[in-house]
């Protein structure tokens, strides 16, 4: 008998131990056939996950008999699910190929700011691009310029200069705005004189991306890139033609209106940008004090492009002119009396490209643009009238072959800053001529590790010569996790225009004594790792960065006790470290985005202070719902903890939320955005003057001054 009971559980055993199957794999790029490491496969009825070996293998055992499905998923490639019914026929590997999903693939966006044309994946240099939808969303919030679409990422803030005319500056990792350098297509045209209004000036309805790079990039593009640089891709001529219009209306009493226009046409392109922004003065504390100014601005900038067999050239001209005015509300309104400060600016910009291939893979680029920048600042009492002049020459050979980029060059750049004199005090003119040379490598060591050596000498006629290196490295663990670590000296020519004084009208403020002061000059770096996955049906992406930047002998302002301010170089330095991490998941037609931003940012002249107007905790949420060429849902939520102020006080700290709908046809689109419904204000919890509203004494803005703000609009996409 126990031999038969024996008998029974043996067959048992021998029947559930054939009912137990293995299944073997192998990944591939439907195209090449070459294996893909790192895919994820997923056994949807145990919800099991494995990920594929060096040879895009992968193995699962003990599978039951019966239908069983799995998801393959690999980050730039299309889904694919496959159902088997087991035990399978053949005992070999299963091949298992998946398409390329070129219209999520991000690797694929190319990135100019660095010079070298490479795609983001492949840059050493850590580089975030705001591009595609995710430029056209943020765009939907703020149709009439780009404070919103940069102060929305993270590790960059825009700082209020001004709290009755909206003045601002852009923050990087806590360093004031003078030190981050702003580019159109490569060309530095906004800084110095215009760097309070340029955000505000620039509508983004023909931006083809946003390039951002965080830490020190003087060495690409000179002096200024301290904190970073921002690049603004223009729109070119394709293949289609492009005709855009924006119409956009504010509860504040804003109006925008924008228009786009494209085409190549065989040798020859064409591109034309034409906008009108307006808005009237509001107020919605109730103080008697604009929030938004009143304001006028009209933008015109055609450009040419000739197209050779070997040669290419563009050419392009620029021209805005805006009227503004902030201040009591009844001064504004009905005249007479009372506190104003006015804005009145004209910007003309010309620029020229021209590259020629030299043979294969090499190129010579000459870059030439001129900037006229007329502004008068006017108070009770004040009034500050100059006229800056910049140009920018640069002349550069570019190499590619296939593990191998150069870029050589030399550029020269002329600014010049002329006063009309209005009073007695010495007039703030000066005329800065940089000449600079470069080089930069960027090497393919291997599959995985990608080195960039960079190079520039720069001598400023009044101030010296500096020397420029830097290094950043990439190292790609697996596919689903790549490691960049950078790092490079700065410097900034010394100029009266910084937040601060932006902040007094530059009242009082007297010329820049060039025996008595010198360039500031800075080291810094960073390190960042990227993963990207799927667990099952859902995307994950997480990018986490630590940076550190160190500014030696930062130009401050000092009082000559009769109320004068003076520039002076400071005995100490000013650093600024912290981290960044940014978290992406998508699952269907949802996207969620997380962002945290620490930033420790100090000045250590005679002791340790906290850099006033840097939030240490900042946290971004941003829920997007979307079905394409249908929907788009959008709910924000972003945090600022407390800030120190420059009195020495601190602010309190704050949310804010906002929520965006658009609903897409094939040629026009209809959208409303509720900016602020919180209506979070500094009015609302702090003062933001001090004194009498006609002779008002203003503090620290560090948050919103015009709260719950409802704007709607209509796209048209020919």
């Known amino acids: 008998m126990k031999f038969f009971i024996s008998g029974i559980f043996l067959c048992c055993f021998v029947f559930a131990a054939r009912a137990q199957q293995t299944f073997v794999a ?44 799995f998801l393959i998923s690999y980050i730039g490639y299309k889904r694919k699910t496959i159902k088997l019914h087991f035990p399978v026929s053949s005992g070999m590997p299963l091949i298992i190929t998946l398409e390329h999903d070129h219209e999520q693939e991000a690797e694929e966006i190319i ?50 200069t001004s709290a009755t005319s909206f003045n601002a500056g852009i923050r990087i990792q806590g360093l004031d705005g003078r030190y981050t350098q702003m580019l159109r297509d490569g060309y530095p045209l906004y800084s110095g004189f215009s760097g309070s209004l340029s955000l505000l000036q620039i509508a983004p309805l023909d931006l083809k991306q946003v390039e951002v790079i965080k830490g020190s990039a003087s060495t690409l593009y000179g002096g200024g890139a301290i904190a970073g640089l921002v690049n603004l891709v223009s729109k070119t001529p394709g293949k289609k033609r ?39 003065p509001f107020d919605p504390a109730g103080i008697g004090l604009t929030a938004i100014p ?68 090499a190129t010579i680029q000459l870059k030439s643009s001129y900037s006229r920048f007329d502004r008068s600042v006017v108070i009770p009492g004040y009034k500050f009238d100059a006229l800056q002049q910049t140009s920018f020459t640069e002349l550069t050979w570019n190499s590619q072959s296939e593990n191998v980029d150069w870029v050589i060059g030399a550029n020269f750049v002329t600014d010049k800053l002329g006063e009309t004199q209005r009073s007695s005090d010495p007039v703030r003119d000066y005329r800065y001529n940089t000449s600079g040379i470069f080089a930069q ?47 490079g000296y700065g410097y900034k020519a010394p100029t009266i225009f910084t937040e601060e004084t932006e902040r007094r009208q530059f009242r009082y403020i007297m010329p820049i004594d060039i025996n008595k002061t010198r360039n500031e000059r800075s080291v810094g770096g960073n390190w960042d790792i990227n993963y990207r996955t799927h667990f099952g049906d859902v995307g994950f992406s997480i990018n986490h960065m630590f940076f550190y930047t160190r500014l030696n002998k930062p130009l401050v302002l000092a009082n000559t006790g009769v109320n004068q301010w003076h520039f002076e170089n400071a005995a100490g330095h000013i650093d600024t470290r912290g981290m960044e991490t940014n978290v992406k998941l998508t699952y269907d037609d949802f996207k969620l985005f997380i962002g945290y931003t620490y930033t420790d940012a100090n000045t250590h002249f005679d002791n340790k202070q906290w850099l006033p107007l840097t939030a240490r905790h900042r946290l971004n949420n941003v829920l997007m719902y979307e079905m394409e060429e249908k929907w788009k849902i959008g709910l924000e939520a972003y945090y600022y903890s407390r800030q120190q102020l420059s009195d020495g006080s601190y602010g309190k700290s704050y949310w804010i939320m906002g929520f965006m709908v658009e609903k897409l046809w094939e040629h026009f689109a209809l959208f409303v955005n509720f900016e602020n419904f919180t209506d979070t204000r500094q009015t609302r919890f702090d003062t933001i003057y001090t004194g009498s509203i006609a002779d008002p004494v203003f503090r620290d803005i560090y948050a919103p001054v015009d709260g719950f703000v409802v704007n709607g609009g209509l796209k048209i996409k020919l």
Do not use: C
């Open 26 to 69: 192998v990944i591939q790029d439907e195209e090449t056939g070459q294996p893909l490491e790192g895919a994820s496969i997923t056994w949807k009825e145990q919800n099991k996950t494995v990920v594929t070996d060096a040879g895009g293998k992968i193995l699962f055992e003990n599978i039951p008999d019966g239908n069983n499905s």
């Open 111 to 160: 990135v100019t700011a660095t010079r070298t044309s490479r795609t983001i994946a492949n840059l050493p240099t850590r580089t975030e691009v705001i591009s595609g939808e995710e430029l056209e969303e943020k765009a939907n919030m703020k149709p009439g310029d780009i404070r919103m679409l940069l102060n929305e990422s993270t590790g960059i803030q825009t700082q209020q």
């Open 294 to 361: 009143k304001f006028e601005r009209y933008t015109i900038n055609p450009r040419l492009f000739i197209y050779g067999k070997k040669t290419t050239m563009d050419m392009g001209i620029s021209y805005i002119t805006e009227d503004r005015t902030g201040g009591d509300i009844n001064y504004i309104k009905n005249g007479g009396t009372g506190y104003f400060e006015q804005n009145n600016t004209d910007r003309i910009t010309s620029q020229l490209g021209i590259a020629h291939q030299l043979g294969k893979g």
């Open 242 to 280: 492009e005709l855009n219009f924006l119409a956009n209306g504010t509860s504040a009493g804003g109006l925008d209106i924008s228009g786009f226009y494209s085409q190549r046409y065989g040798v020859l392109g064409l591109t034309l940008f034409g906008s009108r922004n307006s808005n009237r």
């Open 441 to 487: 490598n960027t090497w393919s060591v291997t599959d995985k590790f990608t080195l960039e050596t960079g190079l520039r000498g720069d001598y400023v006629n009044e101030f010296g010569f500096e020397i420029l290196p830097r290094i950043s490295a990439m190292y790609r663990i697996t596919p689903q996790v790549t490691t960049r670590l950078g790092g």
